[in-house]
């Protein structure tokens, strides 16, 4: 997920981690349905 939002010189992506985060603690996983 994080390849998804970083920028090509990948000097910006930790500025991003508590977005990121907040996206993958909100989705529901297809395996667990949680």
Do not use: C, K
């Amino acid at each position: 997920m994080i390849a998804q939002y970083i920028e090509v010189h990948q000097s910006s992506w930790d500025e991003l981690l508590p977005e990121i985060t907040l996206a993958v603690n909100s989705s529901v996983a297809d395996s667990t349905g949680f």
